[in-house]
């Protein structure tokens, strides 16, 4: 008989001899504290282990702070570790996520009032407008909930993140440790519980496990978990047979703000990155998620727990990370940051948060701070990559002359560049045209249109706009050319 089946024929044996076990929302747990003025836990009490629990259960885990844990009738390995909420992670201190977790409302009603229609209509203002607001506000699943929730209560949020033997979405790709953070009231703290898989009999339980404390609370945080983290899990759902329905859930996927915040002016959006330059996190000896499937495989081949070390702190610090980044962003939405700190791409997408939640004037304090670095020494540069969606904000709201100044302003800083923009040229013979009646002018700007675009046009791929762009161009200069007169 070979060791799997040996193997499998213990686990039906302790099947039919352990009995099942229910563990509670609020887990009882003994604690120590440690030098990092953590609170270390683990179980408190145990059911009756079967042999093969017993013989399990003799792989010592406390290097790690982490302990066997039976749940139904195998079980696996828990990690739990509490953080006093006055702890402090680089610029804030966990109890301020109590007072700001109430604003992640206004981030669903952002993702709500995100419609097809409301998508055409900011298509008038501008493409690339458009662009920031589809990848800022990217739609729910048609698994989540689309009524409009009450107050999110800081007690109401999950986070979680996992770190998987891969990249791909098939079946072969296991999460073998789930990492999970909640507020814990009663304790003042706020807890990350880890769950860790030593072998593919332990995903059952572990699934299990996870189900029944996600279930428990209808906000959930994650980075990327919404492409990546909850669809695998919810693939192996699937695969063990486990039952879900998480049409009444509201999903935070912070990877799509901090995108929209910060795509253009940090090198990457990984959390690793965001956390150092807008949390002020230093993480020291860390070891990248990427390592993490090839020390879980060396893990299986040696048995050595301390090689997951880096691995347990590594998703320790996401669960952490998330918290903090919570904070940052419900300060954003509530327009508690500090602007004079902030690029001026970051405060334009800010503004662009505001319009979608109603916040009108807040965003056009925002917009007009920005306008106004255009003619600042120092960082008129930084208004550069903006100046377009920036003018076309202008221009919808009647405000032309600001809508003009971004227009030469971009034409200027392209001077040099190969590759120019036809927009401005455009817009600017609309203005010159039909609002100052200065038809000179007007053609000067459409035929630099025509130029400009003549130019560039091998450089591009969409051949039917440029046809209708062309044509477009050549009708006004017509136009203009007949209204002066003159048949040049």
Known sequence: MSRLQRGLQRLKQSKQTAEPHIDNHKDQVSETYNNNNVISSSPSSHLPLSSLQKQEQKEDWSALQAAWYPYESTGFVRRIKKFPLHTTFGQYMLQQFLIEAAALTELIQQKQKHTPEASEATTQISSQAAVEATVSTAAETKTESDVAPSTVQYDQLLFFDSETTGLGMGTGNIPFLIGMGYVDVEHDAFVVEQLFMRNPSEENAMLRYVKHKMSAYPHWVSYNGKSFDWPLIKNRFVLHRIQWEDSTLHHFDFLHPSRSLWKRILPTCRLQHVEQMKLGIEREGDVPGSMAPQLYFQYLAEKDNTLLQGVFEHNEQDIVSLVLLAIHLCQAVQGKLDITAMRAEEIFQLGQWFIRIGKEDDAHELMQYVYELHDHEQRNSEVT????????????????HEAVQLWKV???????????????????????????KSLDVALYYAEQAKQTFVATVNMTANRNKEKKTLEAVNHRIQRLRHKLGGAQ
Not at 385 to 400: C, E, Q, R, T, W
């Open 385 to 400: 990559g903006i100046s377009l969606p920036l003018a076309a904000y202008f221009k919808k709201k009647n405000k032309l």
């Open 410 to 436: 971009h034409i200027q800083q392209e001077q040099q560049r190969t590759l120019k923009s036809v927009e401005p040229y455009i817009e600017l013979a609309k203005y010159y045209e039909h609002k100052t």
